[in-house]
């Protein structure tokens, strides 16, 4: 079973609409929670963070982490075209032996105009 | 704005040959680190170094070595390329000063082929 899992899509959405991108996790030592953003031909880019379980807003993202269920959530409102990317989850645990980030194999997403 | 660059965006090679992936990062991050990224697997951590010369291995090394020589470049070397070595490969650096907190900047990548 990979430690974390991710549909890869892809998703198609009209423009407008509101997406919700999932990952699961297996590992409970996981602390930190990122999503990131991969437009085409270009790496990854760091678009929200989080630590705790709950929601973090940022514009019309959204992130939510519930532990419980080891189970993380970005929404994205009033999706544009230029929304049209790979979104990746990532899971970063830090322990005595150093920290281990682990990434999900990335959702693709078109939004139409 | 952090830069982190690659010197190939695109590379030929052939099964049998030695091949340099190099990196730089021009913001004095102390950690760089070399991915590689297939459809449907994601990004596998293949190398890491949290400082010059120091280098720990790691989920997938095999057929890799790497090279940090200089805090700002951080060199991947396939010793021997075979075609299961054809994938993009990302560079990306993040500081030490919270490990929990620290943001990875990633290059553009470098898709290799592997003929």
């Known amino acids: 079973q990979k430690e974390v899992e991710q549909d890869p899509g892809p998703l198609s959405v009209p423009e407008g609409a509101i997406v919700s991108l999932n990952c699961t996790y297996s590992n409970s030592a996981f602390q930190y929670f990122m999503w990131y953003r991969q437009y085409s031909r270009k790496g990854p880019e760091l678009l929200m963070y989080?630590?705790?379980?709950g929601n973090k807003e940022d514009g019309r993202f959204t992130a939510q982490v519930d532990k419980s269920s080891k189970y993380i959530s970005l929404f994205i409102r009033d999706s544009q075209p230029s929304d049209s990317a790979t979104y990746l989850c990532a899971m970063k645990l830090v322990g005595d032996g150093g920290f281990k980030t682990i990434f999900g194999a990335g959702t693709r997403l078109f939004v139409k105009a | 704005d952090v830069k982190v660059t690659q010197s190939s965006r695109y590379l030929v090679k052939r099964t049998g040959e030695k091949v340099f992936l190099e990196c730089v990062q021009d913001m004095d991050h102390e950690n760089m680190f070399w991915y590689r990224q297939d459809p449907g697997l994601g990004l596998r951590l293949i190398y890491f170094s949290y400082d010059v010369k120091m280098k720990e291995k790691g989920d997938i090394p095999e057929g890799y070595s790497v090279s940090r020589e200089k805090k700002e470049r951080f060199s991947l070397i396939l010793e021997s390329a075979s075609t299961n070595q054809t994938s993009m490969y990302l560079c990306?650096?993040?500081?030490?000063?919270?490990?929990?907190?620290?943001?990875?900047?990633f290059g553009p990548g470098t898709r290799l082929t592997v003929l």
């Open positions: 989080t630590y705790s379980s």
């Open positions: 990306a650096s993040s500081s030490s000063g919270s490990l929990g907190t620290d943001t990875q900047y």
